[in-house]
Nanobody
Framework: VQLVESGGGLVEAGGSLRLSCATS????????IAWFRQAPGKEREGVSC????????FYDESVEGRFTISRDSEKPTVYLQMDNLKPEDTATYYC????????????????WGHGTQVTVSS
């Protein structure tokens, strides 16, 4: 399984970015793909998750209403649309996947990308 993130960059507070997670090698019947982020000196935290088996997406309360996760099953790629960005959103963003249902707990996932940096200036 390979995951490749892209779309990070530098943006001013209030701006938007769209992250992409391109996947390959997924052979699970049902699987979840989640976005995590990690700021310097902080633990990795779950941001959002989408799965093939659940009818809804999941968001951490810190991004609820500002971030939107979506999936293009034909590519297959998962996107994270980030609007109204805040300086506290600054972090390296990772996508992760594994079989099963959504979780925002990092230990749930065995497969990770290398991350993309998001920096939000005030």
């Amino acid at each position: 399984v390979q995951l490749v993130e892209s779309g990070g960059g530098l943006v001013e507070a209030g701006g938007s970015l769209r992250l992409s997670c391109a996947t390959s090698g997924l052979s699970y019947g049902d699987y979840a793909i989640a976005w995590f982020r990690q700021a310097p000196g902080k633990e990795r935290e779950g941001v959002s998750c989408i799965s093939t088996s659940e009818r809804r997406a999941f968001y951490d309360e810190s991004v609820e209403g500002r971030f939107t996760i979506s999936r293009d099953s034909e590519k297959p790629t998962v996107y994270l649309q980030m609007d109204n960005l805040k300086p506290e959103d600054t972090a390296t963003y990772y996508c992760a996947t594994d079989a099963g249902r959504c979780s925002l707990w990092a230990r749930t996932y065995r497969h990770w990308g290398h991350g993309t940096q998001v920096t939000v200036s005030s």
